[in-house]
């Protein structure tokens, strides 16, 4: 479907419009897009994804394109989260009848929640690919020590973990009873530190300017300043961590599932995206950053991955190229109550029922994590056919979570 709102349509100078795929959402974050829109930065227009919905810094499911300037809080602290899938070539009938013991498997093999890798050489191979980058930040922003613990054996041995919140590791089945291999996760503790640390920055550097920002979390680095050739660097290593992160833990979990299921091979090139991220593109004439925070990139038959939540079908998609989305779409359902209202509002039993027929945690643990805290990916996704068309349809018979 096309765009269903445009604020400030006919903007002042100074103001640019903001184009929304979606009629639900909150005024808050209403107020945080009107916020960005009015940054002179800001390239065009600004885009809202079907998914969008309140968040810190930017709104989650915006795409933000700026000239000559990047704003760190709009990118935020867990810098290239993204999706990773691979089709294998088992079905369904080949899966053991309890996949509980291979849910107990792969949390064993992948590191969880606050987990990480007890050897620091566990991922020696690709940890040497990131070093000379992590020895370089370290050694410009000495900072960034002071906020992690162990720091130079942190992010080694966060490589291919999963983290907490709502990453994941699931294993899916298609329209056809294929098996699909599918996780989310970031750049862990160096990417939160990374994020902090030129946020603050940022804050600092506009500080004599904060009376022409609507919003101190919108503050900036432009080109050709203070800190912008850093924070670039900084946040191209984080989100090569993030993809290597992935592409690490989807080798860990091949590899359990060779150790229990039968032999097979891989039948899909794997999908590698980021969804909370900066990059460089041409749009509307211009050359600029462009800053997708809870959006994919969805260029002319590119593939993608929209995953919804515990207990909801996600989707692998090819890009149709939308000029007004910035060739972007939804990363997700997208929350529509924060966690802390989930906890309230919803018990165990909730979560049970919701989730019922896959192996997943059902404790108190991730009751933030309800698949009725998120909008219903099947309208988002129908709210979406101007930017992408769907590939293959997944339903999950196994979650990890965190």
Known sequence: ????????????????????????????????????????????????????????????????????????????????????????????????????????????KVPVGFGRHKMVNAREFACKRLAPGADRLFGKYPELLKKLRQPQQTWVTQLGTLGGGNHFIEICLDESNAVWVMLHSGSRGIGNAIGQHFIQLAKKDMAGHMHNLPDRDLSYFSEGCGHFDGYVEALNWAQEYARVNRQEMMKLVLGCLRQHLPEFTLTSEAINCHHNYVVREEHFGRDVFVTRKGAISAKQDQLGIIPGSMGARSFIVRGRGNADSFCSCAHGAGRKMSRTAARKRFTRRDLEEQTKGIQCRKDSGVIDEIPAAYKDIDQVMQSQTDLVDVVHTLRQVICVKG
């Open 1 to 108: 479907m096309p765009v269903k709102m445009v604020l400030n349509k006919n903007a002042p100078p100074g103001t640019v419009p903001v184009k929304i795929y979606t009629d639900e959402i909150e005024p808050a974050a209403l107020q945080q897009l009107k916020n960005i829109a009015q940054l002179p930065i800001v390239h065009s227009h600004v885009a809202a994804m079907p998914d969008v919905h309140l968040g810190k810094g930017a709104t989650v499911g915006s795409v933000i394109p700026t000239v000559s300037a990047i704003i760190p809080a709009a990118v935020g602290v867990d810098i290239g989260c993204g999706m990773n899938a691979v089709r294998i070539s088992l079905h369904a009938h080949q899966l053991p009848d309890n996949l509980k013991a291979l849910r107990d498997a792969i949390e064993v």
